[in-house]
């Protein structure tokens, strides 16, 4: 019993450097969504999944590119890492788009750029 | 701009008291309000949640009361315990965005024993 799995747990990079985020999700959820957490900001939508095959920009999209790769994974590339981007990212799924449909999130992957 | 505001930053209450944590929207277009958990170390979980087609929800020692004139609603812990400490996370969102979640900026909440 899973849930939403998210890889690595921790990174470190130097800027410019890029990386992968991986999520998968085993709860044949149809939504996924890439959040990010920074202290008194609460969580903002990076980008999100409504179904397969579909992605689309969320509140804070710039620096970032998704692929959802199938129903399971939903994946976030940092092409060329900055410091604004430390923080800690959380992958989440909803088993449909309605908006009293659940959110269901991983444990989170924290991210410093230095 | 944060269309939903949360207050206070941070509460500490004594064991068996009550926590209280508001937020307030912008957007009237907003129609379904949860609060989301937050242990250290993981990913917030659903708590509780409204529409504003009533003013109170209660569940167990959590309740969330709505004023929807005044675009408030907040989240009361009653009996509070050591165990409830964590990070709460007010949201809010319309019928047209989906599940696509409006956060605050969240309020950590300490129990002392």
């Known amino acids: 019993n899973a849930g939403v799995t998210q890889t690595p747990k921790f990174q470190v990079l130097k800027t410019g450097q890029s990386m992968t985020l991986q999520c998968a999700q085993d709860m044949n959820h149809n939504s996924m969504y890439w959040y990010r957490q920074d202290p008194g900001m609460g969580l903002r939508l990076i980008y999100y999944?409504?179904?397969?095959?579909?992605?689309d920009k969320g509140e804070v999209p710039n620096g970032y590119n998704v692929s959802r790769l199938n129903k399971r994974e939903f994946s976030l590339r940092l092409e060329s890492a900055a410091p604004s981007q430390t923080s800690v990212y959380f992958c989440?799924?909803?088993?449909?788009?309605?908006?009293?449909?659940?959110?269901?999130f991983g444990n989170g992957t924290r991210l410093t750029v230095t | 701009q944060q269309q939903v505001k949360q207050s206070p930053q941070s509460l500490i209450v004594q064991k068996g008291g009550i926590s209280i944590i508001n937020c307030a929207y912008e957007?009237?277009?907003?129609?379904?309000f949860p609060w989301y958990q937050q242990f250290p170390g993981k990913g917030p979980a659903l708590l509780i949640a409204?529409?504003?087609?009533?003013s109170e929800k209660k569940e167990g020692r959590f309740t969330i009361s709505f004023n929807k004139s005044a675009k408030q609603f907040s989240l009361h812990i009653m009996d509070s315990q050591p165990g409830d400490s964590a990070t709460y996370f007010c949201a809010a969102s319309r019928e047209t965005s989906g599940s696509r979640l409006t956060f605050g900026e969240g309020t950590q909440l300490t129990v002392n024993p």
């Open positions: 409204i529409r504003p087609d009533v």
């Open positions: 999944s409504a179904s397969e095959g579909t992605t």
């Open positions: 989440a799924s909803s088993e449909t788009q309605g908006s009293n449909s659940p959110l269901h």
């Open positions: 957007n009237t277009a907003f129609d379904y």
